[in-house]
């Protein structure tokens, strides 16, 4: 199975700060989804076919990558993007999740 | 609007089974693929299997042997089975749906707490 690897594991940042979520997969995927979870509640579908943002995320947030990596990027944080952020993919079954990364406010 | 609602009991005994429901209001089981995925303590995410508009399944090879999804159409209702639990199957249950225009799941249930200890 391919395996997902996301860095950092944690990342406290400020508010209007630049802030770069990594994940690298262990083999070549074509596509890379993106959840965000607070606590308490389940995943919400975040980014999807690497670039797509999904309903009612704000455009501060983009997608990028091909390959074996893959970047969520958000362009100025904020207080409500206090998360933690998974990839996954589907480009082999099973489908597998990365480690999460959970973004704090600084 | 789709919702997804996963029910079932939140403890169960070690070598027993572990059966869960997800019942979708909203839109048909007959349609998109229908997912089971756990996450355990500590925050690690598993996809677990699926079943498909038609019925077929898919299932994760670390589980294959311990697991069964099935369908009530009738009900709109689908189900999780997973044998012989050990505390390492101890885990919040998530149900969703992949969306139509992608394979990300785009609507999730808000998850069952289930905890494998005699």
């Known amino acids: 199975e391919i395996v997902l690897t996301q860095s950092p594991t944690t990342i406290a940042a400020s508010p209007g700060e630049k802030v770069t979520i990594t994940c690298r997969a262990s083999s070549s995927v074509s596509y890379m989804y993106w959840y965000q979870q607070k606590p308490g509640a389940s995943p919400k579908p975040w980014i999807y076919?690497?670039?797509k943002l999904a309903s009612g995320v704000p455009n501060r947030f983009s997608g990028s990558g091909s390959g074996t990596s893959y970047s969520l990027t958000i362009n100025t944080m904020e207080t409500e993007d206090g998360a933690t952020y998974y990839c996954?993919?589907?480009?082999?079954?099973?489908?597998?999740f990365g480690g999460g990364t959970k973004l704090e406010l600084k | 609007e789709v919702q997804l609602q996963e029910s079932g009991p939140g403890l169960v005994q070690p070598s027993q089974s572990l059966s869960l429901t997800c019942s979708v209001t909203g839109y048909s089981i007959t349609s998109n693929y229908w997912g089971w995925i756990r996450k355990f303590p500590g925050n690690k995410m598993e996809w677990v299997g699926h079943?498909?508009?038609?019925?077929?399944?898919n299932y994760n090879p670390s589980l294959k042997s311990r697991i069964s999804i099935t369908r009530d159409t009738s009900k709109n209702q689908f189900f999780l089975q997973l044998n012989s639990v050990t505390p390492e199957d101890t885990a919040a249950y998530y149900c969703?749906?992949?969306?139509?225009?992608?394979?990300?799941?785009?609507?999730w249930g808000q998850g069952v707490m289930v905890t494998v200890s005699s």
């Open positions: 996954q993919q589907w480009s082999s079954t099973p489908p597998t």
């Open positions: 079943i498909s508009y038609s019925g077929s399944t």
């Open positions: 969703a749906r992949t969306a139509y225009y992608s394979y990300i799941y785009d609507s």
């Open positions: 076919d690497t670039s």
